[in-house]
């Protein structure tokens, strides 16, 4: 490599470590807002973050960078070695899609998302779709927009889908899609037909939260959490954040009536926290080291609160320290009646309420729409109807309001489209990694009874956390798994359990 | 005023309001820092401070901040009103103090700092001053260097005393001082051969930290602290801090067996935040709101803490309080018992547990070893025997080691010379502003026994907080007393309050 390269490198790795700490004190701002600050401060705080926000943009877009980014890659790749040339590719996406948009599509967009929040609530409290449909109609026009300037070789809902899940299109995500349809759906019906009601008579009761706590922090330390480099707070909704890998936290919230949820909460952001505090050693503050895509991160989260957390062998280990816990509700309580408590199934009208077999159709149903949005076959107005036939075909239910259907989550009022794909792509690469690890592991739910998780945490550490952003997606699930993207693993996995638990054929 | 003018103020105000916003984000990391971040964290907030602190600097020497600052004070004063001209003058005075400073002895002064902190603390630990010396020798030397670049046309000391203290000079301090030591020294002599000691058994005991948490907590509301507006929490050192006059946030500590030092540290720290939540509402985010010296902000926590907290109206309302939070120990306490402990008066080693009769004596020795060593009559060398000589001549005791004496503070490790006699000009600002307020509502002592506290925290509101940055500190002074800085009214209030409690004369 010549010299001048290496000396441009250098430069911009002391560009992008700045970013990454302007970055992380980005987290610490929202962290603190969602769970520390005071309700007085909200109008200062969002000053504090435009102000922030307004800085590293001018970093990202700085002219100095663009020539750095300009001279980098005339230099031959095999100069660098990958590490270094994974941040000189990670550095020019960024500067690109940050630097190919007009200014006024960015503040016409900044603005119109900020407004379509408060629309939408107001929309979603009233139950009055009407009135967010114009914003709504706006809001897909100018992503599409913003598509053409960002990705222009790029179909428009393929772009906004890049955006969180690199690599991965409508060509990858129909067919997987479609083949979960086909069979979940009839999975779903027998369930339903079953008549089979496990018993979770013992999950109602009341918790103390001081308790709940006490549980969460001693699994999510089993886990492999590290608490001297990482927090567990309360918030509305629970969340992983933080500032950097020796400073993430989570987040759960408490009911007294329930401790299930919460418990699986802190179980679920513990996953996320663990894939935050295992990226690699030396490349910290680089974006070498930052987590691959959203659907790599929800299958972490996922990895933990389902192929473990609701599996034999962790209801098992856990079900007496449970029950210690809360010595009242759980007298006579058989692993095997907690197991099935735990991973109930039955279609309900709200996303994030639904359990592992239903949730797929929830996002299959968002995508199928997006879709429609983006390719012109679908109008805005016709959106609550069809999602509303949707329900019925593939749960079986129908939303008696359209708060309860096509306004409940808070996505499309902040333009994120082509988000919901990832929560199902995480679904099903959490079980391919899972039947990876059992393979690599035979022993590994002998492991879980004995409550050795760290173990585990471990081997996703060098399996993915420590990976960041080295491999693209299909490389890196190659070489965990030895495949591709493939919902052969997670259907039989979900077909197995629930035909066993609803005593089915 | 003409046109181009106010179009220049305009894009100085958003500049200025820029700069507040990363200002307050600062705050944020340092609070969180201190109260909850995890420990592992600490190099990367070291990192994300550097970061954010690059970045202000060099927003506050913008080139174009430059032009708009040579520009603006071309434009007759009388074409702005006020609160504008007084925007731009603090402008232009952070512009100087920025870039008249060599950015090799910026740099230098940032690594001594950090290093003779931590050569600093391991000299305390072993009791080495000699390990400390050369560090403390150079940072004069630098700090003397700074002064003749930042303002070359005053004394060095007064230069660094500036940096705090704006306007005030050794010629307004040397005086005064003088006068505090000429009657407090007999006055504490008095004290010790009085041979009376307050009972103070009943400060004595267990006292569980949530209930010594929701007393400060009520006081603090009592006040006036508005707690949508603010927080209070734990730290090791207690501090007033935040980010906006909308997130002021106060700390204290708990010790089980001591009540009264964490009560009077959520006062004291009270006081800092009813300044800062009092800003002027319409210059919240520019520099004319912010508050006017480090005296006058210790004047506001002390008025608190010992002209109202330390006073008998206070003991009289919040002793039933206080015994019902802690029932076993006030059994058979009077208002008057409870008065004379918490101001028993006593030489002691340790400037920040001092009392308030012998805390100034504290600051007249650090003041005149300071002094000595930037106008060159006192080498390094010198300060523990001149430390411990002055000690027995102010207070009549002798620390037995260097870490009891000059090696407690540890604003010299960090350059910050100048800063000490900001504590006793609060303290005297303090009494002339109480005196003041028994003149303008001479029912005050009545209103404190009812517990109406925050009727006294609307004229501090008024008459010192909303006025900011408007006026300087003796034309302030000036609008609140009637007089100039004149410790006659402190004198007089210890003198009357101490012969009182000790039975002298």
Known sequence: MKEGFKEDYFLLVRRLRENSRLGGIMGILHWDQEVIMPEGASESRAQQIGALAGVLHEKIIHPEMGKLLDRLPMADENGFTHFEWCNIREARREFNMATRIPKTLVTELAELSSRAHQVWVKARAENKFSD???????????????????????????????????????????????????????????????GYHPDTSFLSGQFPVDKQEALGR???????????????DVSVHPFCGGSHPTDVRITTRYQKDNFIESLYAVIHET?????????????????????????????????????????????????????????????????????????????????????????????????????????????????PG??????????GIE????????????????????????????????????????QAKPDTEKQIEAGNLASIRDWLGVKIHQQGRLLSVPVLVKQVTGGILNPDHFLDYLKNKYRQIYRLN
């Open 132 to 194: 967010f449909a114009p914003v709504l109609k706006r809001l897909v026009d100018l992503k599409i927009k913003w598509a053409g300037y960002v990705f222009p070789q790029m179909q428009a809902y393929d772009a906004n889908i890049d955006n969180y899940e690199r690599g991965t299109t409508q060509n990858d995500i129909t067919p997987v899609f479609d083949k979960l349809k086909a069979e979940l759906i009839p999975l779903i019906k027998s369930i339903k037909e079953s």
């Open 399 to 438: 939303p008696p309001t359209d708060t309860l259907g096509v306004l409940q989550d808070t996505h499309w009022s902040g333009g994120a489209f082509g988000y919901f794909p990832s929560y199902t792509l995480g679904a099903i690469y959490a079980s391919q990694f899972y039947n990876a690890l059992i």
């Open 218 to 232: 001693q699994i999510s330390e089993d886990m492999g959490f590290q608490f001297d480099k990482g927090r567990m």
């Open 271 to 383: 996953g996320h926290g663990l894939y935050e505090q295992g990226r690699m050693q030396n490349g910290r503050d680089l974006p070498v080291s930052e987590a691959l895509t959203m659907a790599i991160h929800e299958s972490q989260s996922l990895f933990w609160e389902r192929m473990i957390a609701q599996g034999r062998p962790f209801c098992l280990r856990y079900l007496p320290l449970i029950a210690d816990t809360f010595p009242n509700n759980f007298k006579n309580v058989t692993p095997e009646s907690f197991y099935e408590a735990v991973n109930v199934s039955q279609p309900s009208f709200i996303r994030v309420q639904a359990d592992e077999v239903t949730y797929p159709m929830h996002v299959i149903l968002r995508y199928e729409l997006e879709k429609g949005l983006f390719d012109g076959t679908i109008r805005v107005e016709d959106l």
């Open 386 to 395: 069809m999602w509303n036939a949707k329900m019925k075909e593939y749960l």
